[in-house]
């Protein structure tokens, strides 16, 4: 069974800090998607970045980075210079894919990290 | 390109009564998948549609169904309201990857559900 989980329930930083973001998963596939998802206080879910499995390689998205290391099977997220408007929560998931790749439509969530930045 | 809509956005119901969401989702994406959000279970996912077909079902009560129409907009229905049914519903779309799509779910703003 798969399975997310995000130890952090919830980080308070200081605006300009740097916050990162811990999410660790668990599968039995060896063809897998992991997602960040950003949900404000609007509620809708915000879709941040999608990896697959046999992608290991680091990505940067102006202050937003991702850290994807399968020996630990974390995917790690860290903003950079945090900014009030960072502040939601964050939702790390995960999807397997089956053998004919036709859907990846289950999406497994771990519990979230509230985050809130203080100006 | 609109994002995937969903309506009613708040709903109000007694328990035992039934109750009907509905969810369109991105021109195109052909996927269709609802989860539940609760502060307690966090995110779960319910079922998800495929070409009108439902391909995959979480460990939810029958009482939780859904369908989705040849345009791709998908409806859930919830019969004998409980207390516990409150909770925020999302649905979310995709263009899977065997039709050439990153796969990627993509989520609406939620129906509120209050369950009295």
């Known amino acids: 069974a798969q399975k997310v989980t995000q130890a952090q329930t919830e980080i308070s930083v200081v605006e300009k800090e740097d916050v990162t973001l811990d999410c660790v998963y668990e599968t039995r596939d060896t063809t897998y998607y992991l997602f960040w998802y950003k949900q404000p206080p609007s509620g809708e879910l915000v879709f941040l970045i999608r990896r697959n499995s046999f992608d290991e390689q680091n990505e940067i998205s102006g202050r937003y980075s991702w850290n994807f290391q399968k020996s630990t099977s974390s995917f790690n997220f860290t903003i950079t210079a945090s900014q009030v408007v960072d502040s939601a929560v964050y939702f790390c998931?995960?999807?397997?894919?089956?053998?004919?790749?036709?859907?990846?439509?289950?999406?497994?969530f771990g519990q979230g990290t509230i985050l809130t930045v203080h100006p | 390109k609109a994002g995937v809509t969903q309506t009613p956005r708040y709903l109000i119901k007694t328990r035992g009564q039934q109750v009907t969401l509905s969810c369109s989702p991105i021109?195109?994406?052909?996927?269709v998948s609802w989860y539940q959000q609760t502060p307690g279970q966090g995110l779960q996912f319910l079922f998800e549609y495929f070409s009108e077909t439902q391909r995959n079902k979480g460990n939810f009560p029958g009482r939780f169904s859904g369908r989705q129409f040849s345009n791709s907009r998908s409806e859930m229905n919830v019969s004998t309201l409980e207390l516990g049914d409150s909770a925020l519903y999302l649905c979310a779309s995709s263009f899977p990857r065997a039709s050439g799509g990153s796969g990627t779910q993509y989520f609406g703003p939620g129906t509120r559900l209050t369950v009295l």
């Open positions: 021109s195109g994406h052909r996927s």
């Open positions: 998931a995960l999807s397997e894919g089956d053998a004919g790749g036709t859907s990846y439509g289950k999406l497994t």
